[in-house]
């Protein structure tokens, strides 16, 4: 009887110690994925630069509902379910509006679906253009503090709704909003991976309609 209880326990063991290893690797594989930050380097230059280490801004909770305030999101924030950091979501008029931080990259990430995908396209004329959505989208990182000497303009995406014709004429797209992406660059060279990217949505008349940026 002893050592069948004895066996019992080194199973039960074993297995927990297996289900730990599993969660253990894919908690490191989800953050990997997630936080990712590296520089992209050409041939020969490999072990010519410093070494770096990410340094997030120790945000407190005070200075995160100052951002939800400036982003007229009101609530109390709660930890962040999947990574260190905060969030605070936020049901208005049936659409969905988040703030997010994460304390590993000093990354915030911030959503609004209103602006972003309305569900009816807006006046035409009350969308900026390519160019006007890059200097609205660097007047708002540089006014708010996020914007950085060494970051650069790299893309402008649209974010559009179209109606088909018959057989394939006679169709209407309409644009919802505009996507501005920015690199860092470290000694001259770009920052790649998940935890680099950069980006300010900006929607109808100006608005911003969501951003991921840094604070680090």
Same mark, same amino acid.
């Given at each position: ?52 280490? /990410? ?6 909770? #005070? &200075? $995160? ?8 999101? +009101?609530? !109390? @924030? ?51 253009? /390519? ?6 989208? #660097? &007047? $708002? ?8 000497? +060494?970051? !650069? @303009? ?63």
């Amino acid at each position: 009887m002893k050592k069948e209880i004895v066996v019992g326990v080194l199973i039960a063991a074993v297995i927990t110690a297996l289900v730990a290893v599993v969660a253990l690797k894919t908690l490191t594989e989800r953050r990997e994925v997630k936080f990712h930050l590296g520089c992209e380097l050409p041939p020969g230059v490999e072990g010519e630069l410093s070494s770096y280490r /990410v340094v997030p801004y120790n945000l407190s909770t #005070e &200075e $995160f509902l100052q951002m939800a305030r400036v982003l007229g999101l +009101n609530g !109390t @924030p709660s930890p962040h379910p999947d990574y260190p950091g905060y969030i605070l979501v936020v049901e208005q008029e049936g659409y969905m509006r988040s703030l997010e931080y994460f304390s590993e990259t000093g990354v915030f990430a911030y959503s609004d679906e209103r602006v972003s995908y309305p569900t009816s396209p807006p006046p035409q004329e009350s969308i900026p253009t /390519v160019e006007e959505a890059r200097e609205i989208a #660097e &007047e $708002f990182m540089r006014r708010w503090g996020f914007w950085q000497d +060494n970051m !650069t @303009p790299a893309s402008t995406g649209s974010t559009t709704m179209g109606v088909g014709g018959k057989g394939g004429e006679g169709g209407q797209e309409w644009v919802l909003s505009r996507s501005v992406s920015f690199t860092e660059h470290l000694e001259g060279y770009p920052l790649v991976g998940a935890g680099a990217k950069v980006s300010v949505t900006v929607g109808a008349d100006g608005e911003i309609g969501g951003f991921i940026l840094p604070r680090r």
